[in-house]
């Protein structure tokens, strides 16, 4: 085992089990979740839902709460964040393989670190950056169709076209109108894959804290969509609720504002990943300073408070699970995860906006990395041999 990387285990049951075994179930098939056959399926990614949050809610989300049985609590991706998760997702492989291994990471060819949300130019090709095929694509192949409800802002994104491809986009602004969207689709098809995508909790968290009146009102408003969607669900029809990941509270006393110790920021060229779960990528074609060098730096000012692995402990632990030799540069030579309660935060850069967020998330607390699986109409029970 790595040092400083903590004795966790994870659960059977993974993110990326959940949109391939939706499309196995409409086929009649066998599969990891042991989702009864269906003709349509439904999943709803509540971005920043945490298994632990819900339980903290449970008399503001009845719903979600008396759906979310302990056995399917199950982990999201590392890092705990949008970009690995969905894709993941949608996907069903993890971080290592389909590429997007953080929020920001480097594009070597390019020397510069790219946002894997909002960053996407002609120079990171989304068709290629994005390396697997997605579960939508393999939904056209079998003649299944499939759709993705979301956001105006989102139809179009580099993102989009990375993680939700083979899929068609159905733009609907207010989370009501994207459940009557949902509607509309499943009236119209007798068989489909839909994914619809829950932004509000994610925007509030960040902006307000999870614990915020604002959260518990996003909170609100998705538990009651929820119910009314799932009574109206028909009788071959299944729904699963799920989330990229859970959110943590990191009040203003808790930034550390690393590059003020010159130690852990020597001989780094590139300031990658995200404010818990940092990746330093190193100046090439120099020795003074190495991977193992710079993070034993990091271990000795912060290894009460982080997790500190350089790219090859991090493969070899399998934080990102498989890694693919296409996307191992793009891992930080080395990787600091926060532990405690603080977010690490580099004063040098010119924009200094993220430092307002209170939510954060990305690294592997269980806060952040345990995520609900909530089951409703058929996938409410799960598959039997006379179901087979």
Known sequence: MPPMLPARRFSALRLADVLPSCLLAIDGEENVLELPPVSQAVVVLADGLGAGSVRARAGHARFLSAHMKKADIIDGVFPATTAAGIATLTTGVEPGIHGLVGY???????????????????????????????????????????????????????????????????????????????????????????????????????AKGWESAAWLAALEELDSQLLRFASELGRDAGMLVTADHGVIDVPASGHVLFDTVPELVDGVRHVGGEPRCVQLYLEPNQDRVTADSLAQAWRSVEGERAWVVTRDEAVAAGLFGRVHDAVRPRIGDVVVIARKRVAYYDSRESNQSGRSMVGQHGALTDEELRVPLVRSGVFGRKRTPSSA
């Open 104 to 206: 920001r990471v480097l594009d070597v060819e390019r020397d510069r670190v790219v946002n894997q949300l909002t960053g996407w130019d002609t120079g990171m090709d989304p068709a290629s950056w994005q390396r697997e095929q997605t579960v939508f694509e393999r939904a056209a192949d079998a003649g299944i169709p499939s759709f993705a409800i979301g956001i105006k802002r989102f139809a179009d994104s580099g993102f989009t076209r990375a993680v939700l491809r083979g899929a068609t986009y159905v733009i609907a602004d207010a989370i009501p109108d994207r459940f009557d969207a949902a509607r509309r689709i499943l009236a119209e098809n007798p068989r489909a894959l839909v994914y619809l995508y829950v932004s509000e909790l994610d925007v509030a968290a960040h």
